[in-house]
């Protein structure tokens, strides 16, 4: 078969979530499967982090932003000229004006359930019609796919739910974080910290600061361990691009005056975030909805303890190997803290089984599921 693969999230900075996704997809791919034929849809910004050398893949040059009318308009076209036998589009966003065959991997439904103008920085009117756009180009993801690849059995009974299909026409193929997708800790990791402002004990969230990660409950964590007076010296430390989430979440932080307790990073390179997960306390990941849920079990294969919220797939993902809590309820978020300075055994504990968790997750498991996928729905009718 010559299969095509939207890759446009492939490389760079936005290797991460669904840019990992799709990555580690197409190396697993390359590596693994001599048989079929791809075509792979690149960013011309993406070409310099292609190291492929298979000669069963072909690169083409597609430079359409994601989520913008070129993608809409030329995307189907420079598809057509491929030849390809069917798509896979490893996003929701596939063109409207495509009409050939095609399976889609849908993530998660944020966009359908968190439709709210605090995770834009678009003006009301203009995220109003961005939404109904983006929810109008999943429902044809969705409606008009030979088959769906989902990442957890939650995202699979969501999508069903919601859009009334029949589950059969959803398969689960799980993400991983496998030892390929991390760094050891660096040998010189105090000064690492140092140069991050960290001098203390302290908790972790590694990831984007969107309005459904809930990260202002944790600034609410932190006003509250300060007005216990509380180890002064604890410390909240929140790793990811400044960008006007995060620029926003440093303003609240500053008028609730806990500035000095929780320490904004921006960007890590991969070779100091080792460091930090590795000497924090604990990875602390209080996401209202996430579809696969792959930072805090990335956390666990650093030997990071992890506390997430017991919201959609993450106990799913995480089984026993976390301290679960309500991302509403402060107290018991600061009790889960607590739990884990106050009783070493237990903390290990949750290394241990982290470990063990992580390690039933595999990327190369993931492809060989793709592949059957393709092998299945490719080129039938669509359903």
């Known amino acids: 078969m010559r299969i095509g693969i939207d890759a446009r999230f492939f490389g760079g900075e936005q290797s991460k979530g669904l840019g990992r996704y799709t ?5 697993y791919l390359a590596e693994h499967d001599q048989e079929n034929e791809y075509v792979i849809f690149l960013q011309p910004e993406s070409l310099p982090q292609w190291h492929i050398k298979n000669t069963n893949f072909t690169v083409v040059e597609a430079p359409y932003h994601w989520y913008s009318i070129a993608e809409q308009i030329f995307m189907p076209w420079k598809i057509f000229r491929a030849k390809v036998d069917f798509m896979h589009f490893p996003h929701f966003n596939v063109p409207l004006l495509y009409r050939a065959p095609f399976i889609a991997t849908i993530h998660d439904l944020i966009i359908i359930h968190f439709p709210t103008e605090r995770a834009t920085t678009l003006g009301p009117l203009l995220y109003k019609f961005k939404h109904w756009a983006g929810s109008r180009v999943m429902q044809h993801a969705v409606k008009r796919s030979q088959h769906i690849i989902t990442v957890s059995e939650f995202s699979k009974r969501d999508i069903s739910e919601y859009y009334k299909i029949d589950p059969s026409k959803i398969t689960v193929t799980y993400e991983a974080a496998e030892h390929t997708t991390r760094s050891k800790p ?8 140092k140069k991050y402002g960290i001098k203390s004990l302290y908790v972790l969230y590694v990831g984007n600061a969107y ?15 300060q007005d216990r007076e509380t180890d ?23 008028a609730m005056n806990i500035d000095d307790r929780v320490i904004f990073t921006d960007f890590v390179p991969d070779e100091e975030l080792a460091s930090l997960y590795s000497e ?9 909805y996430e579809g696969f849920g792959l930072p805090p079990l990335e956390a666990m294969h650093y030997g990071t303890p ?20 309500d991302p509403n309820d402060i107290s018991g978020i600061i009790k889960s803290i607590q739990q884990v300075i106050d009783e070493p055994a237990t903390r290990q504990n ?17 492809m060989k599921q793709t592949i059957a996928v393709y092998q299945t729905y490719g080129k039938t009718p669509k359903q």
């Open 350 to 366: 949750l290394i241990e089984r982290g470990l063990i968790q992580a390690d039933r997750y595999s990327w190369k498991r993931m």
């Open 23 to 27: 990555q580690k997809l197409i190396e």
């Open 280 to 288: 924090a306390l604990a990875y602390i990941f209080p996401s209202r």
């Open 211 to 225: 309005p459904h990660k809930n990260l202002e409950v944790l600034l609410q964590v932190m006003k509250q361990l």
């Open 232 to 254: 002064p010296s604890f410390r909240l430390v929140l790793v990811g691009k400044e960008d006007y989430f995060y620029s926003r979440l440093k303003q609240e932080a500053w």
């Open 306 to 325: 992890v506390l997430a919220a017991n919201t959609s797939c993450l106990p799913e993902i995480l089984g026993d190997a976390a301290i679960y809590f």
């Open 186 to 193: 660096n040998d010189n990791s105090i000064a690492i910290l």
